[in-house]
């Protein structure tokens, strides 16, 4: 049977871990006895559904929903991957594949274009955000699954696929011939001047090339002679931990702790410093956070705060201070497990306590911020005495409210976000001598770059939305005027001029990022005390008087020493 085949292969996998732990004798066996009788009872329950149960059921889909049922009484964040979701993963792990370069999904059975990465082929033949793909290489793909989609669309670099595109206002397909390519997936989502002295980094994810990435947009900007930086890790969800130490480095000093990691298994008890000396551990540094920040992210914050490296600005992150550990176990299905917890330098432990179900857990970014309360056990101490607090995620120096895009607004300026409002009106829109698909005549208004948003385009805007079913608030539409400009601005410029354009106007609109410009001279206050070391072991007079003024000020760099 079908469903025995990925059961001995399950039984294989036991008990080479069990051979392996073998050298610690008698509990072991036992465990191993253990095990063998509980595998039986999982074998006869299985054969027992495919013999029975009223319809033909995938064995393979039995056992991977047992797999990740299991998984479930764990943590939130062990997981099982299936072959597609394992090939994923690693995709976004090693940061390149061949293909055409979009994020697709399946609407009421059309296959939705949900993003590109820019300067794909997908990106260079004309594909917009919204796009339908309704043929591929001729055949319909209306009712196609996302898995038969990407089958037909990627394929070796260089050939080409051709596609068919369904675009609202324009009545007729629009047939493309793409020629495939490596997909270089870009976590330095954007790198610029905000103005002669500061520079502005977005790291909106970690891949194996983040640092390598970062390293080069660092070098680009360092040629303008940037004397301050905003690195900017808002929504950034982690990833492997290598990438996260590596980017800490570039703004520490050689020997510096960065994280240190404690499990049960062999090797999970690492400490990890800062192997090199830091290309930019001088420049006064503002750090952006958000409740979606996690993981490596926090481990980048944690190091920086602990460090007094730079000041953490934005809100609470996510708290996700898990280990995982990927493991490949079969037919291309995948594992991440669970093996460690990590510690920021000062011993904090970042991870939120999680509910039996984790629903609670899992909904935290969903939920307003509330007052952290911490127990005496939970307060450590920064390099020069701050107070900082394990329990759950990177809690700011600063703290400013601004879940989307550094704003916070209203259930009714959400609701249009989360309806892809914003996205939906910018595909009315294409850009100045942009000639890839030429659709004049078709409803596309035409924009240079700096186009503003008036209010002829928020009257259509307004009407946009009520053609799509829901009813505005006029009230509700003015108090959310100034994230509702910034968002259309953002999504149009994100569709016709690119990531980078998007977020360089949108920083001078993003409420978080504007006040990160105004606590520089704290960040160089921290500066001066890491140069004098810790408050405990005594430090000049002169810094100590520098941080009294902003303690008296704001009372975020308020010092504690034992």
Known sequence: MRGLSYLALGVGVVVVSATVGGLFGGQVLARQDSVSQQFD???????????????????????????????????????????????????????????????????????????????????????????VIAEIEGKNAIGMSSDEAVGLLRGP??????????????????????????????????????????????????????NEELTRALAD????????????????????????????????????????????????????????????????????????????SEIVAGAIQDHDRGLIIGETTFGKALVQSIYRVSHGAGLGLTTARYFTPSGRMLQRPWDGTFDEYLTYSLREPEAPVHAPSDRKLTDSGRAVYSGGGIEPDHFVTGPIEGFDPSRFGRILQARGEFV???????????????????????????????QRLLDEFKDHVTENGYTVDDEAFESDIDFIRAMIHFEIDTDLFGEAEARRNLFSQDPQAQFALTVFNEAEALLELKAAGSVAAGCDRKVINIVQVYIKGSGSIAMESD
Request: charged share 25%.
């Open 41 to 131: 009872t999982f074998a006869t329950a299985l054969a027992a559904v495919e013999a029975n149960y009223v319809d033909e059921i995938e064995t393979d889909r039995l056992v991977y929903g047992a797999i990740s049922g299991m998984l479930q009484t764990l943590d939130p964040h062990s997981s099982f991957m299936d072959p597609r979701s394992y090939a994923q993963l690693r995709e976004r792990q090693e940061g390149r594949y061949y293909g055409l370069g979009i994020q697709i999904n399946v609407f009421d059975g059309a296959i939705t274009v949900m993003s590109l990465f820019e300067g794909s082929p997908a990106y260079r033949s004309g594909i917009r955000r919204g796009d």
């Open 157 to 210: 670099k260089g050939t080409s696929v051709n596609v068919s595109m369904r675009r609202d206002g324009y009545d007729e397909l629009i047939p493309l011939d793409v020629e495939r390519d490596e997909i270089a997936i870009a976590t330095v989502e954007a790198a610029f001047m905000v103005d002669a002295e500061t520079a502005y980094v977005r790291l909106g994810d970690f891949s194996e090339t983040s």
């Open 221 to 296: 900007l360092d040629q303008t002679g940037f004397s301050r930086l905003v690195l900017d890790l808002r929504g950034n969800p982690g990833g492997p931990l290598d990438q996260a130490i590596k980017v800490s480095n570039q703004f520490l000093p050689r020997g510096d702790m960065i994280v240190y990691t404690r499990g049960r298994v062999a090797n999970s008890d690492q400490d990890y410093h800062a192997r090199d000396e830091g290309l930019y551990i001088d420049q006064p540094l503002v750090v952006l956070v958000n409740r979606n920040s996690a993981s490596a």
């Open 424 to 454: 939906s009106f910018a595909q009315r829109f294409m850009a100045s001598g942009d000639n890839r698909v030429t659709l004049e005549g078709h409803g596309r208004e035409v924009v240079s770059r700096g186009f503003e948003i008036d």
